[in-house]
T-cell receptor, first 110, second 116 residues
């Protein structure tokens, strides 16, 4: 089955700096790669996703890149703000089911 | 109801007791999912249902059962709770995939379950 590894587990950046979170997956059949943000005590919410027919996708300060050959994908957040502080999860899947990474706790220091 | 809801919000349960966690969505999504979230382990899929009347096992199905009698409801049952089932449980739903293209999963607010 699918296995998703996510790094780093914690990340601390200064406000205004960029943050990068990386994930690798094992199943070449996976074709959907979402990223979720979870604030403390809240539900996970989708922030961006990418499909296997696309190499990069951007939405304002957030971008995701996908390398199918290497089976890895990354989340890039530019100009970080304190409200970006949260736990971020990557996921990979096909046939509708997702396997999640263990999460990255991002702290943005003012 | 707007979106996806779960009940109860939290529950403390004695080991060996039976418990059903409820999940209801009003978005007419065909696919529904149950996850458990434990610190340091992320979200792990327990069971899923691609459409009413069908269910499937996820990564960690042991000790749990589900049913999908209709589109809106997807209850999760712990037949005989054990302390290792202490966790936060999230239900999620997703629109029917088109031509193999899958979509966002929308999560409910979660149920915090403690088994003593």
């Amino acid at each position: 089955g699918e296995n998703v590894e996510q790094h780093p587990s914690t990340l601390s950046v200064q406000e205004g700096d960029s943050a990068v979170i990386k994930c690798t997956y094992s199943d070449s059949a996976s074709n959907y790669f979402p990223w979720y943000k979870q604030e403390l005590g809240k539900r996970p919410q989708l922030i961006i996703d990418i499909r296997s027919n696309v190499g990069e996708k951007k939405d304002q300060r957030i971008a995701v890149t996908l390398n199918k050959t290497a089976k890895h994908f990354s989340l890039h957040i530019t100009e970080t703000q304190p409200e970006d502080s949260a736990v971020y999860f990557c996921a990979a899947g096909s046939q509708g089911n997702l396997i999640f990474g263990k999460g990255t706790k991002l702290s943005v220091k003012p | 109801i707007a979106g996806i809801t779960q009940a109860p919000t939290s529950q403390i349960l004695a080991a060996g007791r039976r418990m059903t966690l409820r999940c209801t969505q009003d978005m007419r999504h065909n696919a529904m999912y149950w996850y458990r979230q434990d610190l340091g382990l992320g979200l792990r899929l327990i069971h899923y249902s691609n459409t009413a009347g069908t269910t499937g096992k996820g990564e960690v199905p042991d000790g749990y059962s589900v049913s999908r009698a209709n589109t809106d409801d997807f209850p999760l049952t712990l037949a005989s709770a054990v302390p290792s089932q202490t966790s936060v449980y999230f239900c999620a739903s997703s629109p029917t995939p088109l031509f193999g293209v899958y979509n966002e999963q929308f999560f409910g607010p979660g149920t915090r379950l403690t088994v003593l």
